[in-house]
C-alpha cells in the first residue's frame, strides 16, 4: 500500500470540497493563515452534495441564515435557496477566501494510515489522470457528509422490470430527461420528494406523490420578513447575525416543544397542513404521521409550493403500498393503478461513514462502528483526526462551523503546549453508549450498526442543540478528561517532502 514516495506534505489534510469541507479551509485561512492546507475533492467541482444533486427543485431544507457560514453572510434574498444559488455561495466563499487554490480535483482518498512515531498520517489517493499518489499530514480532516456519493437507497420494487417507462434515482438525474406532458409518479415522502412535486407538475401533464407513509409537512415564508428589515436600518455583518441567532432559536425552541409536547406539536402542524389544502382534503390520510414530530425529519416547504401544487390539481398525493409494477404503472396494495411514463425513487440515501476511507492506526485497522466519539467530531484512540457530522435538527453548517473552531482551537493549543499528538480516551466502563444519531428516519435506521457510538455524557455526548454545542465547543475548554496531548520523539529517519500552500 506503501510503496510510493509522498509527494507532499500538509499541515492540514481536509476530506471534501462541499459546504464543510471549504467552510473548515476558510476558518484555517483565517486563523492559521501560517500552515500550510489542501483539500482532496474525488469530483471535478466545488460544491459536493449542492453540486452533485441537479434534480427539479434542488433546494435547501434549512434557512440560509444558518446553512450559510457564520463568517460570510448571505446577501440573497431569498431565505430558502435553491441548489444553484447554494453552490454559487460555496464558490465565492472558496475564492474570497483564497481556498479555491487549494483543491486538488479528481482526487478520491482510499486508505489514511497513522504512524505515533512520525506523529503523521500517509493518505492513499487515486486519482481521474494519473497515477495514484501518496501525501502525508499532521492533522486530517474529513469533511465528506454522511451519505454514499456513489449510489442512492431504492428498496426492492416487485416487478419493475416490466415497467416500460422511465426509473429515474434523484441522485442521479439525467440532464436530458424530458417529463413535460407526461405523468410522473414520484415514490417517497421525503424532503426530496416533497421538492420535486411541486418543482415538476407546472410542466408534467400530472405528478402523483406515492407514499407508504406521512410525513410532517411544514410551510414557511421563502424569504425572511425580519432579514428584509434590519438590511435597511443595519450593517451587513450585523443584520446577518442578528438574523441568524434569531433563526437558531426559533428552530431549536420548535424542536424542544416537539421533543416535550408532542401531542401539542401535532395539533399544531396539522392544522397548518389545514389551512393550505382545500376543504375535504383527507389530511389525516396523506399529512397524519404514525410516529411523533422529530422521531424522524420533518419537511419544508417555503411559501407551501407543494400544497399550492396540490389545489391546482397539478399534483396529487396517494398514500398506499406497492404490490408490483406493471408494464404501464404501478399496482397499489388496495388495488388502484397508477399510470405512469415516469417513475423517480426518492426512496432515500445509503450512508458512508468517512467516504469509505480505510483507516489504520499504527498498524490496527479501525471500524469505525467500534469507536466512540469524543465531542460529536473526533474518535477513542484515533490521533489527529476529525471528522464534520451536521446536525439532523437544524442546519448542517451550524455544526461544521462549530466544529472548524474547535479544530482551530486544538491546533492553537498544540502549539502553546508543544504536542504533536491530539487523542480521544476511550470512556471507562461507567459511559453508556448510544446511538450517534438520534433519529428514526429510514436512511439512520439501515446504516446505524456501521455509524459509531457515542456516551451518556459530555464529553463523550452531543445533545443535538447548537446553543449548548457553542458553550461546548467554542467556549469550554480543549484540555478535559476525554483527550491526551502528547508528544513523542521524533522519528530519527522522518523523510523531509516539500510544502505547498
Known amino acids: ?47 459536493g452534495t449542492w453540486d452533485l444533486f441537479r434534480y427539479p427543485g434542488i433546494r435547501s431544507d434549512s434557512d440560509m441564515f444558518t446553512l450559510g457560514y457564520q463568517f460570510a453572510p448571505w446577501d440573497d434574498a431569498q431565505s430558502i ?53 501518496q501525501f502525508t499530514c499532521d492533522f486530517l480532516y ?47 415522502s421525503g424532503a426530496t420528494a416533497v421538492t420535486l412535486v411541486p418543482a415538476m407538475a407546472p410542466e408534467a401533464a400530472h405528478v402523483t406523490m406515492l407514499q407508504r407513509s406521512p410525513s410532517y409537512v411544514l410551510a414557511l415564508p421563502g424569504r425572511d420578513p425580519l ?12 443584520a446577518y447575525a442578528l438574523v441568524r441567532w434569531k433563526n437558531v432559536l426559533m ?39 404514525s410516529y411523533d414530530p422529530w422521531d424522524q425529519r420533518v419537511c419544508l416547504v417555503p411559501d407551501g409550493d407543494l400544497f399550492r401544487a396540490l389545489r391546482h390539481g397539478s399534483a396529487s398525493i396517494v398514500t398506499d403500498r406497492i404490490e408490483t409494477f406493471t408494464e404501464h404503472g404501478i399496482r397499489l396494495a388496495s388495488g ?39 465531542k460529536g467530531m473526533m474518535f477513542s484512540g484515533v490521533p489527529n483526526l476529525a471528522i464534520t457530522l451536521g446536525y439532523t435538527n437544524a442546519s448542517w453548517t451550524l455544526k461544521a462551523d462549530l466544529v472548524a473552531d474547535y479544530v482551530c482551537r486544538t491546533l492553537a493549543h498544540m502549539d502553546d503546549i508543544g504536542a504533536r499528538i491530539c487523542t480521544p480516551r476511550t470512556p471507562g466502563p461507567a459511559v453508556e453508549t448510544q446511538p450517534f444519531l438520534d433519529l428514526k428516519s429510514g436512511y439512520v435506521m439501515r446504516s446505524i450498526n456501521q455509524l459509531p457510538k457515542q456516551g451518556n455524557v459530555p464529553p463523550w455526548r452531543l445533545h443535538q442543540n447548537y446553543v449548548r454545542d457553542v458553550l461546548l ?13 502528547t508528544n513523542p520523539p521524533r522519528a530519527t529517519a522522518q523523510r523531509s517532502v516539500p510544502a505547498a500552500a
Open 1 to 47: 500500500m506503501h510503496s510510493l514516495m509522498p509527494n507532499e506534505h500538509f499541515d492540514v489534510l481536509i476530506v471534501g470540497a462541499g459546504l464543510s469541507g471549504v467552510g473548515a479551509a476558510c476558518h484555517l485561512a483565517r486563523k492559521h493563515p501560517q500552515r500550510t492546507v489542501a483539500i482532496l475533492e474525488a469530483r471535478d467541482a466545488i460544491g
Open 81 to 133: 435557496a435553491d441548489g444553484p444559488a447554494i453552490r454559487k455561495y460555496i464558490v465565492d466563499t472558496a475564492r474570497e477566501y483564497d481556498v479555491e487554490r487549494k483543491i486538488r480535483f479528481g482526487h478520491r482518498v482510499i486508505h489514511a494510515t497513522w504512524s505515533t512515531p512520525d506523529a503523521r498520517w500517509t493518505v492513499d489517493v487515486e486519482r481521474e489522470e494519473g497515477a495514484p499518489v
Open 142 to 188: 474529513g469533511c465528506t457528509g454522511y451519505y454514499d456519493y456513489a449510489g442512492g437507497y431504492t428498496p426492492q420494487l416487485e416487478g419493475i422490470e416490466r415497467f416500460q417507462g422511465e426509473v429515474v434515482h434523484p441522485q442521479h438525474w439525467p440532464e436530458d430527461l424530458d417529463y413535460a406532458a407526461k405523468r410522473v409518479v414520484v415514490i417517497g
Open 227 to 238: 432579514a428584509v428589515v434590519v438590511r435597511k436600518w443595519l450593517p451587513r455583518k450585523l
Open 251 to 289: 428552530t431549536t425552541g420548535f424542536y424542544q416543544f416537539c421533543r416535550r409536547w408532542p401531542d401539542a406539536a401535532k395539533t399544531l402542524i396539522r392544522r397548518g397542513v389545514q389551512r393550505q389544502l382545500p376543504k375535504g382534503f383527507e389530511v389525516d390520510t396523506h399529512f397524519r404521521p
Open 336 to 374: 388502484q393503478e397508477l399510470e405512469a411514463d415516469i417513475v423517480i425513487t426518492a426512496t432515500g440515501l445509503n450512508l458512508k461513514v468517512a467516504g469509505g476511507i480505510e483507516v489504520e492506526v499504527d498498524g490496527r485497522e479501525i471500524e469505525f462502528s467500534k469507536l466512540i466519539s469524543y
Open 473 to 485: 465547543l467554542r467556549r469550554g475548554s480543549v484540555e478535559d478528561e476525554g483527550v491526551v496531548f
